[in-house]
């Protein structure tokens, strides 16, 4: 793990949330929860990071992150790049760090990146100028710590700051989920009492990960009293084509169904990081269904991402 802080305590990149401290943690949902903002009004904007200059740099497929990143950063007055990747010299076999030295040259102060490569967001970060910060948008199956922090803030709106009176269950590919992981990191953070983890055996993270977690191989036994249900795709890309489960047998074991979500506590909330397999992992009427946060979900990641994106970049030594 690397260094994400500067030499005075403050945070300069995020490529991970596991050392962030409780208090480091609710500071950024508050400052996130002040950029909220409700469906049909004005977003938040002003003009805290003008003159920045934000480089989105995603080599795996994204709709939300990327998105709520360059919106974030537009609504905070930064300028924003989104280079494509396929067509940029990466292509021509450039490295992801020769991308970015390049980008710094041209005044860049922080890098938003996607890589399906364990390790290479940090391998930027420990790289770069020391102006120069570094974000996670989803590393290989390690990590999305901008999810984590959404997913987290969509907890408190519906649930109360009380982590410690929640039980929240993960259900899914577990094994191969960046999003479970910061989940994790996150909601133990926060002193979550209890934390579930529901997977077939095949999709089970590995013994010694998610220390804190209970397991469990049903949704039947791992679902009675949990509070928030978050539910995760299961990430073909990450697994062998012997692997992959049949969607239907899949659905018919683990898929949350109305019936299933009775299980759950009565006011229990629904999660889904999305991109969703409706009728694989979630029945389309529990996705669209009254119980569900997952188009609240989205709407947080705009607020968080303008937080975190502050936090890097105010921070640093080129604040205005
Ligand atoms: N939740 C999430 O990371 O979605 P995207 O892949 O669309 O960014």
């Known amino acids: 793990m690397i260094n994400q802080r500067r030499a005075d305590g403050t945070l300069r990149h995020l490529t991970t949330l596991e050392g962030l401290r409780r208090d480091e943690i609710e500071g950024l949902l508050q400052r996130a929860g002040a950029y909220v903002c409700a469906p049909g009004k004005l977003p938040p904007q002003n003009q805290n990071l003008a003159g920045f200059t934000i480089g989105n740099l995603f080599t795996e497929p994204s709709t939300r992150t990327r998105v709520s990143f360059e919106l974030a950063g537009r609504r905070l007055g930064a300028d924003v790049v989104n280079l494509e990747v396929q067509l940029s010299s990466q292509a021509k076999g450039e490295t992801m760090l020769d991308t970015v030295h390049t980008l710094e040259s041209l005044h860049f102060d922080v890098f938003v990146i996607r890589d399906s490569q364990p390790g290479v967001v940090a391998h930027v970060a420990r790289n770069v100028m020391p102006h120069v910060s570094v974000l996670s948008a989803g590393e290989a199956h390690v990590s999305h710590p901008t999810q984590g922090l959404l997913d987290a803030l969509t907890v408190r709106q ?118 969703m397999n409706r009728g694989i992992e979630i029945d389309s009427s529990v996705a669209d269904g009254p119980q569900s946060v997952i188009r609240t979900q989205v709407s947080n990641g705009v607020a968080v991402r303008m937080a975190v994106l502050e936090a890097v970049a105010l921070s640093g030594s080129r604040s205005k």
């Not at 519906?158 to 909601?187: M, P």
């Not at 209890?194 to 055996?201: D, F, Q, T, V």
């Not at 890309?237 to 047998?249: F, K």
């Open 158 to 275: 519906f649930k109360g700051e009380r982590f410690d009176r929640l039980t929240i269950a993960i259900v899914g590919d577990i094994r191969h989920s960046r999003v479970a992981r910061s989940a994790y990191e996150v909601f133990t953070g926060l002193g979550v009492g209890e934390l579930r983890l529901i997977a077939p055996p095949g999709l089970m993270p590995p013994e010694g990960e998610f220390p804190n977690g209970q397991r469990f191989t049903s949704p039947e036994a791992g679902l009675p009293g949990a509070d928030v249900v978050m539910m995760l795709r299961i990430q073909k890309e990450r697994m062998a084509a012997a692997d992959i489960p049949d969607g239907d047998d899949y659905f018919a074991r683990y898929g949350l169904t109305p019936d299933r979500l009775k299980l759950a506590k009565p006011d229990a909330i629904v999660m889904h990081p999305q991109p």
